[in-house]
């Protein structure tokens, strides 16, 4: 039986900080420090003004998603990875960006030679993932993803996954813990490919 990758995509398999913060810069004057884990919080104003509340990141981040995302770029490997572990097991990409930008993400994806099935997501992703290995059949599940609170989230929902940690922006990655409720942290897709493998090789779930 086919296994089931489920694999976030930004800082996972596309960079996205690093291009918000260069958009953020260019077009709104705004210093972005992605090496902070927390958006609203890593934004400051170049004229001094008060830095954006939470409510305008999150308009930010709609001006960003969908207009430019053409911004993005591949994470080394992520790509021939995903591809070897197609061999071998189902790939969903679940990415947490409101359903008007499921088309614009698929699209994006294949301009990347990433023809996966795409799902979009709102909130913990534990439920979806449940969802997802449900209807393929309970195969050998494996979930990636850079946010130690949807490691929380699918571990609780769905406890038979194997949970891999991935931040693929070095700037990100040597600020952030691994999360306490993934089983690995690896930060390199050649490594976790083989990681990967082996879980789906074994045919044991977590
Ligand atoms: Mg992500």
Not at 19 to 36: C, M, P
Not at 123 to 134: E, H, I, M, N, S
Not at 178 to 197: F, K, L, S, T
């Amino acid at each position: 039986m086919k296994g089931l990758l489920i694999c976030d995509c930004d800082e996972v398999l596309l960079h996205m900080v690093r291009h918000f913060g260069v958009w953020l810069h260019e077009t709104h004057d705004i210093d972005f420090a992605i090496e902070g884990g927390d958006f609203a919080n890593s934004m400051t104003r170049r004229d001094g003004a008060p830095p954006p509340t939470r409510e305008e990141m999150w308009g930010l981040l709609d001006q960003f998603f969908p207009h430019e995302m053409g911004r993005q770029t591949l994470v080394p490997h992520a790509r021939e990875a995903l591809a070897a572990l197609s061999t071998m097991a189902d790939v969903v990409i679940l990415t947490n960006l409101g359903d008007h930008n499921r088309e614009p993400r698929i699209a994006q994806l294949l301009g990347h030679d990433m023809p996966y099935r795409v799902e979009t997501n709102q909130g913990g992703k534990g439920d979806p993932v449940a969802r997802l290995q449900a209807e393929f059949g309970n195969p050998v599940t494996v979930f990636v993803d850079d946010l130690a609170v949807h490691h929380a989230s699918v571990a609780k929902h769905a406890p038979g996954v194997h949970r891999v940690h991935m931040i693929s922006e070095p700037k990100l990655a040597v600020n952030v813990p691994p999360a306490p409720d993934a089983h690995v942290r690896i930060d390199d897709w050649q490594v976790a490919e083989r990681w990967i493998a082996d879980r789906f090789a074994s045919g044991q779930p977590a």
